[in-house]
Nanobody, 126 residues
Framework: QVQLVESGGGLVQAGGSLRLSCAAS?????MGWFRQAPGKEREFVAA??????????YYTDSVKGRFTVSRDNAKNTVYLQMNSLKYEDTAVYYC????????????????????WGQGTQVSVSS
């Protein structure tokens, strides 16, 4: 069982930046971020496989060019740098981890992730 602990959420004005962190208690392959806005389904944001596993970082279209996902394998930690934040980025952000090796494929669906963090609130004021 892998425990995930997120940090870094908060309130920021539109156009501002935030950096989320997620520390895993054990080794994983892909680590990703999802978000859920009030009244909406949880959606994929970004994911990054473990370096050397074959896959590449993958982003949902709405955050490309604004968000950057990275990880420190030695610390079992994944980061989400969020720049040029928009009001519509407001949501609870969840860290997720996939313990399975998937070659060149980067998982992007909820069912592909076995472990989840408790979520951290990101609020963007317009």
């Amino acid at each position: 069982q892998v425990q995930l602990v997120e940090s870094g959420g908060g309130l920021v004005q539109a156009g501002g930046s935030l950096r989320l962190s997620c520390a895993a208690s054990g080794r994983t392959f892909t680590m990703g971020w999802f978000r859920q806005a009030p009244g909406k389904e949880r959606e994929f944001v970004a994911a990054i496989p473990r370096s050397g596993s074959g896959g590449s970082p993958y982003y949902t279209d709405s955050v490309k060019g604004r968000f950057t996902v990275s990880r420190d394998n030695a610390k079992n930690t994944v980061y989400l740098q969020m720049n040029s934040l928009k009001y519509e980025d407001t949501a609870v952000y969840y860290c997720a981890a996939d313990p399975n090796y998937r070659g060149f494929y980067t998982p992007r669906y909820r069912y592909e992730y076995a472990y989840w963090g408790q979520g951290t609130q990101v609020s963007v004021s317009s």
